[in-house]
């Protein structure tokens, strides 16, 4: 038993003796720990800095978008099932709200395809100093893109909740850029920047032009059908008066044959019975219409002859158009982030101190070992 208790005596650790340990073999841990911290400096000024920089857009008041939002582009109307009446539809012939602006344009900013159009265009100005820091010789094309696309990062803050108009919805869209110069990495936010919004003018534009063209295309039909209607029953209309002035003339009939207490309300009587006289001047008076007198006479032509007016003179200025407010330009960083230069000293320093107590605790155990070999 004394044997077994002076075993389990020997096995047991001694905080105490950890610590003698630890004191007795000082010099490894201020050994490990000067390495350490040694090769985080080494690190922190052999490793290239990487710096980053900032563009932030902000959502627009609803006037700079006032040219796109005009009162009469807010409304469409349509034929009824008769074919000649004009309702209006309450939808927009086009309409865009700084919410959505905002929206497609951060979009726009995280298209993969826009990146490379954006990529390519800046590798084929072929500056050298530039492409050493977005190119690199022993990559393939896909692979530096590939590197160029991941040092952009995207964030947005968007509410697209129903607010009163007097109520502040803050949103905005920030995108950061990466790179070892600070100089060059603020020029190329700053062309991005102004690539993406020219590219989202051309398609707003493009936008626009289409859907007033389709909406002036409808009414140009629409119109052409009225015409068409109206002229058919014209032309039905001076066929059934010519033929009932010569009935008229063959009878010798020159005035009404009735009055209007000889007829009853729901009886027609022949149209020969109007007279001579009456049938030719009706005739008269429908050869004299033109163009501009039919409109009176077609149901709801005279609204939609000048909504085709309208936008056929449609004139957007698109100088006072702004999408998107710049509340940021991207600049050129002061300092680094990284390496991080706290952190990297930090992490040395307790990287060096554990590995130097735990070389001291198995070189004082070594040298107890010895010890007790040579006892």
């Not at 040092?151 to 070892?180: Q, R």
């Not at 409109?295 to 998107?324: H, P, R, T």
């Amino acid at each position: 038993m004394n044997e077994i208790n002076l075993k389990q005596n020997h096995d047991e650790i001694d905080l105490i003796d950890l610590l003698d340990d630890i004191k007795s073999k000082w010099y490894w841990i201020v050994g490990a720990t000067f390495i350490g911290i040694a090769l985080a400096i080494v690190y922190a000024v052999l490793s290239t800095p990487v710096y980053e920089t900032s563009l932030v857009y902000k959502r627009v008041a609803a006037t700079e978008l006032f040219q796109l939002n005009q009162p009469r582009l807010k409304e469409s109307y349509a034929i009824n099932s008769s074919g000649v009446d004009i309702r209006s539809k309450g939808e927009a012939v086009f309409t865009l709200s700084p919410t959505q602006a905002l929206s497609e344009v951060k979009k726009l900013f995280d298209s993969g395809v826009l990146k490379r159009q954006f990529y390519t265009k800046l590798m084929s100005e072929n500056n050298s100093e530039l492409n050493r820091y977005i190119a690199s010789d022993s990559l393939t094309e896909e692979q530096n893109f590939s590197q160029f696309s991941r040092k952009f990062k995207i964030i947005s803050s968007e509410n697209d909740s129903e607010k009163d108009a007097d109520e502040e919805i803050e949103s905005y869209v920030k995108i950061s850029f990466e790179l070892s110069d600070p100089f060059i990495a603020a020029d190329i936010l700053n062309r991005f920047g102004q690539f993406i919004l020219a590219e989202y003018d051309k398609r707003v534009r493009y936008l626009v032009n289409f859907s007033v063209n389709s909406e002036l295309e409808h009414y140009k039909t629409w119109e052409d059908s009225l015409r068409s209607s109206y002229r058919a029953r014209t032309e039905q209309r001076m066929a059934q008066l010519v033929e009932a002035a010569n009935i008229a003339a063959s009878i010798n009939q020159q005035q009404p044959f009735f009055s209007s207490k000889d007829t009853s309300i729901t009886v027609q009587p022949p149209l020969y019975m109007m007279g001579e006289k009456a049938l030719k001047k009706e005739i008269e008076q429908i050869n004299n219409r033109n163009s501009t007198d039919e409109n009176a006479y077609i149901k709801g032509m005279s609204e939609l002859v000048w909504n085709i007016k309208f936008l056929e003179g449609l004139v957007i200025d698109w100088d006072s158009v702004q999408y998107v407010e710049i509340d940021q330009n991207a600049i050129p960083p002061l300092k680094p982030i990284k390496p991080r230069k706290a952190i990297l000293l930090s992490l040395g320093t307790v990287f060096g101190f554990t590995l130097g107590v735990i070389f001291a605790l198995l070189a004082a155990a070594l040298s107890r070992r010895k010890e007790r070999k040579l006892s």
